[in-house]
């Protein structure tokens, strides 16, 4: 059974840091996409970040510059290390997988998803 878990979420002020962790089990790690996602209140989720299974890489450009994505072989976990953050940053952060190796940026390609951290920047 493919499993993720997304961790590392909370409550920082602008211009600070946070490090998302997303913990994977359940299939050979490097062989799935694994995206980060976002879903502030009253919007849809859109994707921040991937790294796909073809080594492709992938930034929103709300992310571009701001945002780091790599992963732990070793661990079977995918980061996201957000810095400079702002408080348009606010969302439920999502991790999930896809079985589509090329870089896919729409959520309905991932099959698999984790629970949700709530990273929150104040003004």
């Known amino acids: 059974e493919v499993q993720l878990q997304a961790s590392g979420g909370g409550l920082v002020q602008a211009g600070g840091s946070l490090r998302l962790s997303c913990a994977t089990s359940g299939f050979a790690f490097g062989s799935y996409t694994v995206a980060w996602f976002r879903q502030a209140p009253g919007k849809e989720r859109e994707v921040v970040s991937l790294?796909?299974?073809?080594?492709?890489?992938y930034y929103a450009d709300s992310a571009k510059g701001r945002f780091t994505i790599s992963s732990d072989n070793s661990k079977r976990t995918v980061y996201l290390q957000m810095d400079r953050l702002r408080p348009e940053d606010t969302a439920v952060y999502f991790c999930a997988a896809s079985t589509y190796t090329i870089v896919v940026i729409t959520a309905d390609f991932y099959e698999h998803w984790g629970q949700g951290t709530l990273v929150t920047v104040s003004s």
């Open positions: 790294i796909s299974a073809s080594d492709g890489s």
